[in-house]
């Protein structure tokens, strides 16, 4: 992998359906984009071909969310167990996405169906489908990974993380 250069911060707490969803999600994707990005691109020498933007949970849902409105910022976007029980506009854009998710059809945990459902949508809408690892990435492209019965926890999000840092991350041609 090429070396990367890591930029988060916390969410609201209590509040982060509100700020993440429906309610603050256009607000919160502005401020990512015209105060977030810039003050990083500020601090460090980034380049910006290799912009992508990653989140678990709700997180995963406003990182597609970003690189789904915003692909002349993003190229690419990571959703670990994507909270996609709230709406998403699944156009086709060019940039990269890796969906991943635990739990199985009869649990329905780790939100199972509504990942499954959005997978399918995006494939039906002229996104190119592919399974992990054989997904060769690029724009337009999902790639998906189902960890059957895993939770919906940190602790399972790190254990999947290398997946999509090496599909990322991967050296220039």
């Known amino acids: 992998m090429e070396p990367a250069i890591v930029v988060g911060y916390d969410h609201g707490g209590l509040s982060r359906l509100e700020e993440y969803g429906e309610g603050g999600q256009v607000a919160f994707m502005r401020h990512q984009v015209e105060e977030v990005q810039p003050a990083?691109?500020?601090?460090?020498?980034?380049?910006?071909?290799?912009?992508?933007v990653a989140g678990s949970s709700l997180g995963g849902l406003?990182?597609?969310?970003?690189?789904?409105?915003?692909?002349?910022?993003?190229?690419?976007?990571?959703?670990?167990?994507?909270?996609?029980?709230?709406?998403i506009d699944a156009r086709v854009v060019?940039?990269?996405l890796y969906m991943d998710h635990g739990g199985d059809a009869d649990s329905g945990m780790d939100g199972?169906?509504?990942?499954?459902?959005?997978?399918?949508?995006?494939?039906?809408?002229?996104?190119?489908?592919d399974q992990w690892p054989e997904c060769p990435g690029?724009?337009?492209s999902l790639c998906h990974h189902h960890e059957e019965g895993a939770r919906h926890d940190e602790l399972a999000w790190?254990?999947?993380?290398h997946q999509f840092l090496t599909l990322f991350l991967a050296p220039s041609p």
């Not at 406003?62 to 709406?87: E, K, Q």
């Open 62 to 87: 406003l990182s597609f969310a970003l690189a789904l409105a915003h692909p002349g910022t993003y190229v690419g976007a990571a959703s670990l167990s994507g909270s996609f029980f709230l709406a």
């Open 94 to 96: 060019d940039v990269m």
């Open 112 to 129: 199972f169906e509504a990942n499954i459902a959005l997978r399918d949508r995006m494939g039906d809408g002229g996104w190119r489908v």
């Open 138 to 140: 690029g724009p337009r």
């Open 40 to 52: 990083a691109a500020a601090h460090w020498r980034l380049d910006p071909e290799r912009f992508h």
């Open 158 to 161: 790190a254990a999947r993380a």
